[in-house]
């Protein structure tokens, strides 16, 4: 390769060099490459003190942004310190912006050589392919030469088609910058225009407003399942372990009934730390053994099913005593609707946002699910929905505001394949895996106050986080 060209090839690979690194750089500097926020795990808690936090987002149909926000501590850094810190900023981005300005004079240089380049380099080309077509009238040798010097002129045509795209890019950079310099004098002008106490009322009013904003999300659509989070390892292949979703904050308690029959033993322990080390804090001898693994602890009493009946009985660990039982009236049992793993699953009982429910099958409904909505204290079935799906061939279900959600299998490949809607009674068939880690699941269960599910997987005790489609309503909204 000739000199002239060595030298414009060692210019294009450092202005290449210098865009590549500029690319990577400068977006992460001055906070220009879109990095988004990861959806969080709902098992790992969100200091407050971090900031403003997204916790869940979605869109609605309207293409409306809806969100999540976790509100920080009134905790205010003085207003001297974020003004200096946005002058440094502001210093930096301007002397960038120099020296990008300077780079573009030096390119635009050489860049007016590059295109004079291109078009001999074009000409050229055409001139081979006439002379090819007509190669029979030239000698052979002069041919040779020629076609040598186009071999070595070829390499160099995508490299100035990436030189132009490098120039397009600190192009982009400038404007980026000069856009950034802009944003940050309003914002370094609108700090000075408000005194502390100003801002720290306008810090107040919107935190009173995120926090209203937050009450409103109770409940929504199941959109995804992740996980699982393995808690523990213990008991048999099927079993049970809740907490109650009514209670405060501080009450962690966990319930621990392993089987699914022939058990009478109920453990507790006074926070998810003591179980997972397996320190129980007092056992409960219930008056009856339960069938199935499908209790549920609710308000500081636990609901089972009694073996070899449909009757439903309600036990309140405070007292230590059965406060009522009814039985569940054509409800199926003893294995005669179980879910497909069998284990006297028939009746399934379940609570969430809304209240406590009942999912179970009767020869009326032709052994497809049936959806009872029960009374806490009497235990009466106060409405009930018809579904339209057998529940022998469901592998597990869960109620999460109101809707019912039924998996396809207790196996591998399981995931949610249908919903049924108390509020409208409509159902939809749905699509929404999730990770069997350990290839048999014999309880999944809600629980409204952890947004999570509990499940009991092949002798693990596991928990999944869900994520929900919220819809805030305003006044506005008709």
Not at 96 to 111: A, C, G, K, P, Y
Not at 302 to 329: D, H, M, T
Not at 366 to 385: F, H, M, P, R, Y
């Amino acid at each position: 390769m000739s000199p002239p060209l060595l030298k414009l090839g060692a210019v294009l690979s450092s202005l290449a060099m210098i865009s590549n690194w500029m690319s990577q750089m400068l977006p992460s500097w001055v906070g220009l490459n879109g990095t988004r926020l990861a959806a969080p795990d709902t098992s790992t808690q969100i200091s407050p003190k971090e900031g403003w936090q997204v916790y869940s987002s979605a869109q609605d149909p309207d293409g409306r942004c809806i969100c999540t926000v976790v509100a920080p501590e009134q905790n205010l850094c003085s207003r001297d310190a974020k003004s200096r810190q946005l002058r440094q900023l502001l210093e930096k981005v301007q002397n960038m912006s120099q020296s990008i300005e300077v780079l573009n004079l030096r390119t635009q240089r050489d860049f007016q050589y590059v295109l004079k380049m291109e078009t001999q380099m074009k000409g050229l080309k055409a001139k081979f392919r006439q002379i090819e077509d007509d190669r029979k009238t030239l000698m052979t040798k002069h041919f040779q030469e020629l076609k040598e010097k186009m071999d070595e002129l070829l390499p160099l045509i995508p490299v100035l088609e990436q030189y132009k795209t490098d120039a397009r890019l600190i192009t982009q950079f400038k404007e980026e910058i000069r856009n950034l310099s802009a944003v940050l004098t309003g914002i370094q002008e609108e700090i000075g225009a408000y005194d502390y106490e100003e801002l720290h009322q306008r810090v107040l009013s919107l935190e009173t407003r995120l926090r209203d904003c937050m009450k409103k999300l109770t409940c929504g659509k199941l959109m995804k399942i992740t996980g699982p989070i393995t808690i523990k390892t213990s008991g048999t292949r099927f079993g049970a372990w809740m907490t109650d979703p009514l209670a405060s904050e501080k009450n962690n308690r966990v319930w621990y009934m392993d089987s699914y029959t022939n058990n009478k033993i109920v453990r507790e322990y006074k926070s998810m730390a003591d179980f997972v080390s397996g320190a129980e804090s007092r056992t409960y001898n219930l008056p009856f053994k339960w069938a199935g693994t499908n209790h549920v602890v609710y308000n500081g009493s636990l609901y089972f099913n009694k073996y070899q009946s449909n009757i439903i009985i309600k036990y309140s660990f405070g007292p230590g005593r059965v406060l009522a039982q009814r039985s569940l009236e054509y409800a199926g049992f003893q294995n005669v609707y179980p879910y497909t793993w069998g284990g006297f699953s028939d009746i399934d009982l379940m609570a969430d946002e809304i209240g406590l429910w009942a999912v179970y099958a009767t020869n009326q409904n032709a052994g497809n699910i049936v959806i009872g909505q029960l009374n806490q204290d009497t235990l009466e079935v106060t409405k009930s929905w018809n579904t339209g799906y057998p529940k022998r061939s469901a592998g597990e279900s869960f109620m999460i505001c109101g809707t019912l959600y039924v998996t396809n299998s207790h196996l591998t490949g399981a995931k949610v394949y249908y919903s049924y809607s108390t509020k409208t009674s409509t159902y939809e068939y749905t699509d929404i895996p999730f990770h069997n880690q350990y290839f048999h699941i014999s309880m999944l269960d809600y629980n409204a106050r952890d947004r999570a599910l509990y499940a009991w997987n092949n002798g693990h005790q596991v928990l999944f986080n869900v994520t929900l489609f919220h819809i805030i309503k305003t006044e506005d909204d008709t």
